[in-house]
């Protein structure tokens, strides 16, 4: 009788899906009727039409792999520089004296403010976007790693001293793995500053890439192609969480959290 | 510099005792200290092969300190600290590597053929035949600290160093580990230093009890009585002790709380 319906629109109103889908609605009503005209944002529906016409036409993918190309290398070369340089300065006294204070200092500086002096370096091909990216996401993985090898306990170097173990089995297997955790929380902001940074990057000057496709968009007032656009970063950002999320979860599978007693 | 005039064991020896073994472990004036405080200050100490000694002191008196001199832990810059390469620690927390399976941590820095069936074995023998394969920190605190056991007892120690192992445990596991180390020891029979604050303990598991105080040996009891001992089998001796640490001794022989509520 009553009580089903009311049991059914409680759960309605308690999904977390109600007002997203409310949301799309009146944007879709609104654009239908006039509203909200084409030029300001465009349908919904019109949004996915233009998404099945760019991924058929092979336009969209294109875009996405060079884009991916440049994030993964500008990641790369970012995360190894930021690995290396907190091994350096967290396992040696001088290493630290050398590499730290630097990095310390040139971490200050917002990263995009560098891009008028790296395209004086280095042009305006892949060659800034990537090196924005890489010196980006270093400082990410260095100041976390940093701080993790830093971080480790003591008292397990010390145990692991007593049992024998020299400096390379100390760091193999008591101080890299204390660390794991700090550095892949390092590589998590890693990803998203590379995001980021693509994403400024690649509207500055471009000639391929999502960038590219945003900033012709815009010369066209076609708010359909940009939205695509938009959800497609989302969705690279979404991809790229998970797969941290995996590796943690192979990764730092010892941790109680995690264990399943 | 030591002379021969600063040793403590000046009692004459009797022709008729045959030589004692050459003692395995061998302090002779041997200090350190944290900046201005002298926590060691020329201590003597000698250990037999096979002896297990009980090491009994306050709170902060120093015992920790020694016990990481004996495991070269510490660097001993220009001592006489003869101590033997083959030794293993057992830490108050079992200080397994959280990120290793516990036969693993077992395995640490183990060399030669057939690590990880020595690793079982001992595992094995302390009774964590059936948590090969856990992860350290599902363990409870008494398996933890019988996994550490195994990890020092897998290398065969010539010298086993223990720093409050039960201090953390229940005071059943407390019993069991008291029974399983007696064990372990009768079987491998390594020199045994074993730290504690806990008299009765002291006097349940040790050949020779010493007190450490103002940086030096200050008493020092032999238990001569034949093992497995009882709790209150050596009342004299226990009186002795506590009054060296300062404690006056409860009225009822057994009450293992007394001292070790006087030091929280
Ligand atoms: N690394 C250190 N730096 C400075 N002081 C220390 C250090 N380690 C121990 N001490 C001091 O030395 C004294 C003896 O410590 P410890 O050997 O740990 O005592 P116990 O194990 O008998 O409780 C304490 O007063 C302690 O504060
Ligand atoms: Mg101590």
Request: neutral net charge.
């Amino acid at each position: 009788m009553a009580v089903p319906s009311r049991s059914w629109s409680s759960s309605l109103m308690r999904s977390r899906w109600l007002s997203p889908t409310l949301l799309v609605l009146a944007w879709e009503l609104g654009a239908r009727s006039g509203v909200i005209p084409a030029h300001t944002l465009a349908a919904p529906s019109a949004v996915v039409v233009t998404l099945w016409h760019m991924l058929m036409s092979g336009e969209l993918p294109v875009s996405l792999a060079v884009s991916s190309v440049r994030v993964a290398a500008g990641l790369g070369i970012g995360v190894t520089l930021g690995i290396v340089l907190a091994l350096l300065a967290g396992l040696s006294r001088p290493g630290e004296v050398a590499v730290d204070a630097p990095v310390q200092m040139l971490r200050t500086l917002p990263v995009l403010a560098l891009s008028p002096l790296f395209i004086v370096w280095f042009g305006i091909g892949e060659t800034p976007k990537i090196a924005l990216i890489a010196f980006g996401s270093m400082f990410q993985v260095y100041l976390n790693l940093y701080n993790g090898i830093c971080g480790v306990d003591v008292r397990l170097v010390d145990a692991a001293r007593s049992f024998g173990l020299g400096r390379v089995g100390l760091i193999v297997h008591v101080i890299l793995p204390a660390a794991l955790p700090s550095l892949l929380v390092g590589l998590r902001y890693a990803l998203s500053v590379a995001v980021l940074i693509l994403v400024v990057a690649e509207q500055i000057n471009a000639s391929a890439g999502l960038g590219y496709l945003i900033n012709n968009a815009r010369d066209f007032m076609r708010t359909d192609i940009i939205v695509v656009c938009l959800i497609v970063y989302a969705a690279l950002g979404l991809a790229i969480d998970a797969a941290i999320r995996a590796v943690e979860g192979r990764a730092l599978a010892w941790r109680p959290r995690l264990v399943e007693v | 510099m030591a002379t021969l005039l600063d040793f403590p064991h000046g009692q004459p020896l009797t022709t008729a005792v045959p030589r004692p073994p050459a003692p395995i472990v061998r302090l002779r004036s041997f200090s350190r200290g944290f900046g201005e405080t002298r926590v060691i200050d020329r201590l003597d100490l000698d250990i037999a092969p096979g002896e297990f000694v009980a090491l009994l002191g306050r709170s902060g008196s120093g015992k920790t300190t020694l016990l990481r001199t004996l495991a070269g832990l510490d660097d001993v810059d220009g001592d006489e600290v003869d101590v033997p390469a083959s030794r293993a620690v057992v830490f108050q927390d079992a200080r397994l590597l959280p990120w290793k399976r516990v036969w693993k941590n077992v395995a640490l820095g183990l060399q030669g053929p057939d690590v990880r069936a020595r690793a079982e074995a001992a595992l094995h023998e302390v009774g964590l035949g059936h948590r090969l394969d856990a992860w350290p920190l599902t363990l409870s605190g008494g398996e933890a600290q019988r996994a550490a056991l195994a990890r020092a007892l897998v290398r065969e120690p010539k010298l086993l160093l223990l720093d409050e192992p039960f201090a953390a445990v229940d005071a059943l596991t407390r019993m069991k580990m008291h029974a399983l180390v007696l064990a372990l020891w009768t079987s491998h029979h390594p020199a045994v230093m074993l730290v504690t604050h806990d008299v009765d303990e002291a006097l349940l598991l040790a050949d020779r009890v010493l007190v450490l105080d103002g940086g030096r040996i200050a008493h020092e009891e032999r238990v001569a009585s034949e093992r497995p001992r009882r709790i209150g089998d050596e009342s004299d001796a226990r009186t002795r002790l506590l009054h060296h640490l300062g404690v006056a001794a409860a009225p009822s022989a057994g009450d293992t709380g007394a001292l070790r509520r006087s030091h929280v």
